[in-house]
């Protein structure tokens, strides 16, 4: 199992490898939408892709992984994890891929809370970790980019991604935890904004006849305005620690789940066995 080589917000790491003992390998290639650090396609078995993202610096860095792993590795190997190399990281506006792919794995690494976040102008707003951390690891990007080799890299809205997917492919949606009543501030990783319209956009494309025999997961909040979008699919719930919080008060456990397409009704009973007995 391939682990991430930066870091993103809701990763799906865990999620890749509780499947990977479940779910039978009937698909062609695993397509992602909102592919954020690529852990679950690094996770799974699957060998090929197409891994989209909106976010520009997101497919920069998974392209040049993959087609330019040891200068990427140069130019990390540069750098240290200190205030002075983390401010002049952060306001360099990278002139290629390679750069942009530095850039982003040291800034995730080294950040507070390992966040990669945007104000509405663009800019990288999160301040220094001080967390002493090694902030790559040579061998995980080369690793990554020999799995990479199998895929397709798409900058661009996620309708462009799934519009390229096919039957025998396995759709992976991990969009951002937005409900219709809560605001999820800290899914907010880029300039623009993932809102409640949009995640009912995205269960009215997935719900479409042409995608009833998809074999489509999405992974959200575990929440009933969520699951009402995607009448008729399955639900397995998992509790998962919260993270993703600036206040104290609010860590601890959290709800998530992963709706599951009809055709791929049998996956359930095998996931919550393995969440059961891993309890």
Not at 52 to 78: M, T, Y
């Amino acid at each position: 199992m391939i682990k991430p080589f930066f870091k993103w917000p809701g990763s799906k790491a865990w999620l890749a490898h509780r499947l990977n003992e479940v779910l039978s390998n009937d698909f062609e290639r695993i397509v992602e939408p909102f592919v954020g650090s690529a852990a679950f396609f690094l996770g799974a078995e699957c060998t090929k892709a197409i891994l989209g993202d909106a976010n520009e610096h997101i497919a920069d860095c998974l392209l040049a992984v993959r087609d330019h792993p040891e200068k990427v590795i140069f130019l990390l190997s540069q750098l240290s994890n200190t205030l002075e190399d983390y401010n002049n990281v952060k306001n360099f506006v990278p002139s290629n891929s390679i750069h942009a792919a530095a850039r982003m794995i040291y800034l995730t690494n080294t950040s507070w809370g390992g966040l990669y976040r945007e104000n509405r102008g663009g800019k990288f707003n999160v301040p220094f970790g001080d967390n002493g951390r090694i902030f790559f690891c040579e061998g995980r990007i080369l690793a990554a980019s020999k799995k990479l080799q199998g895929a397709e890299v798409i900058h661009g809205d996620y309708k462009i991604t799934i519009e390229k997917s096919r039957e025998d492919d396995l759709l992976f949606i991990d969009a951002p935890y937005v409900t219709k009543t809560v605001a999820q501030h800290f899914d907010r990783y880029h300039s623009s904004r993932f809102g409640w319209n949009d995640q009912v956009a995205l269960a009215q494309i997935l719900r479409q006849s042409q995608m009833r025999n998809r074999k489509i997961l999405v992974t959200c909040a575990a929440n009933l305005e969520l699951y009402q979008l995607f009448e008729g699919w399955g639900i397995v719930e998992f509790s998962k620690r919260n993270s993703m919080t600036a206040y104290k008060s609010n860590t601890g456990n959290r709800k998530e789940a992963l709706l599951v397409s009809p055709v791929l009704h049998d996956l359930i009973e095998k996931l919550e066995c393995k969440t059961s007995t891993s309890k």
